[in-house]
């Protein structure tokens, strides 16, 4: 099985979650055991055929990732941050209407995020280029972190509250 990068496993579980399918109904649709999803998901598709991955890939309306230039891997010095717009690492706040966040502090080297064990990315989800700290993309400008919050939630109101709760959990560690 070829190499898949994490942003693009990532946006494979994004895209089943956002069906509302769980990862045994997507096992059995194209015929291959849950745990070799969850494995797949979190960026380990060992398990599976480039077959398989590419009736996964096609049933969740995911494109196919092209093969990179050099190398699936961003640099290995380059910043980290967790996926997870509810994680206590990254700092909520509204520009206009729009809800940003900045992972704050950057990762380091580890795979996983430190706050929430959710598995790090290193690329933007967007357009994969390395990232270098900061809400937003350097290259496409793009959000990196995803705002899964509900609908109708106010982006300033809800960040003010947020960035309250991590300022007093932060004072806690101190
Ligand atoms: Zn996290
Ligand atoms: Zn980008």
Known sequence: MAHL????CRQLARARREK???????????????????????????????????KIAALL???LE?????GAEAP?????YCPNAACF????????DALLFWPRPPAAAGRHCAYCGELLERQCPHCGAAV?????????????????????????AWAAQRRRE?????????
Do not use: H
Request: hydrophobic share 40%; charged share 10%; glycine share 12%.
């Open 20 to 54: 509302g399918m769980t990862q045994s109904a997507l096992a059995q649709a194209v015929a291959c055991k849950q745990s070799a999803i969850s494995m797949l998901e979190s960026g380990q598709p060992e398990k599976l055929s480039q077959e398989t991955v590419g």
């Open 89 to 96: 690492s990254n700092i909520p706040y509204a520009v206009a």
């Open 132 to 156: 270098a700290g900061g809400a937003c993309c350097p290259a496409c400008g793009g959000a990196l972190i995803t705002n899964t919050l509900p609908p109708g939630t106010d982006p300033a």
């Open 66 to 70: 092209p093969v990179p230039a050099g």
């Open 61 to 63: 309306g995911v494109p």
């Open 166 to 174: 991590i300022a007093e959990w932060r004072s806690l560690l101190s």
């Open 76 to 80: 290995a010095g380059s910043a980290g």
């Open 5 to 8: 990068s994490i942003t693009f």
